[in-house]
Nanobody, 126 residues
Framework: QVRLVESGGGLVQAGGSLRRSCAASGRTFRYYGMGWFRQAPGKEREFVAG????????SYADSVKGRFTISRDNNNAMVYLQMNSLNPEDTAVYYC???????????????????WGQGTQVTVSS
């Protein structure tokens, strides 16, 4: 089992950048595929970005492609989401998640993840 703790949320102006971090406990982190999701008020939780256990494959939602970058550091059990060119539509609670069943592929559905962080707010002002 892995515990995920997020940091790096906050308030930023449109056009700005934020870096989200997710720290994982346990020595099995390197065996998990990881993902970032977000949920805006009144909307369903949606896939943002995902990365395979080796870090060799990444995938992004169309809405963030070219602006966001997911990465991981297996030695330090960390996963990151670099968010650039933020706009108000990116305002949401962001969650990191771990997938142990299909770590060789990027899973884009919430049901495919076994472990979730607590979620932290990202607010982009116009």
């Amino acid at each position: 089992q892995v515990r995920l703790v997020e940091s790096g949320g906050g308030l930023v102006q449109a056009g700005g950048s934020l870096r989200r971090s997710c720290a994982a406990s346990g020595r099995t982190f390197r065996y998990y595929g990881m993902g970032w999701f977000r949920q805006a008020p009144g909307k369903e939780r949606e896939f943002v970005a995902g990365i395979t256990k080796s870090g060799g494959t990444t995938s992004y939602a169309d809405s963030v492609k070219g602006r966001f970058t997911i990465s991981r550091d297996n030695n330090n059990a960390m996963v990151y989401l670099q968010m650039n060119s933020l706009n108000p539509e990116d305002t949401a609670v962001y969650y990191c998640a771990g997938n142990q069943e299909l770590p060789y592929m990027v899973v884009r559905t919430t049901s495919g993840y076994d472990y979730w962080g607590q979620g932290t707010q990202v607010t982009v002002s116009s």
